[in-house]
């Protein structure tokens, strides 16, 4: 499950990577002034920052375009440059 927000610079990347992996996903949208999106956020991740990802097939939870990128590919075995 992705929390992102399309105008996102930081979860554009993200989005783009799960796309191109042909990784199914849920998309969230966790864009500002949504407070019930946010408590959720702040439940799981301690704050209501995007992009964030829940492996809800491990319960992982990273955040954070770099974080998000490098976990996708360490899931799913991808050995970047």
Not at 7 to 15: G, L, N, Y
Not at 21 to 42: C, H, R, T, W
């Amino acid at each position: 499950m992705l929390f992102q927000f399309e105008d996102c610079e930081d979860s554009q990347p993200v989005r783009r990577r799960l796309t191109e992996l042909a990784i199914d996903f849920i998309a969230v949208n966790a864009s500002e002034g949504y407070p019930e999106k946010d408590q959720v956020m702040v439940k799981l991740f301690g704050n209501a920052r995007t992009p964030a990802l829940w492996d809800t097939r491990t319960g992982a939870l990273v955040q954070g375009r770099e974080t998000c990128l490098a976990y996708v590919d360490r899931a799913i075995g991808v050995h970047c440059p």
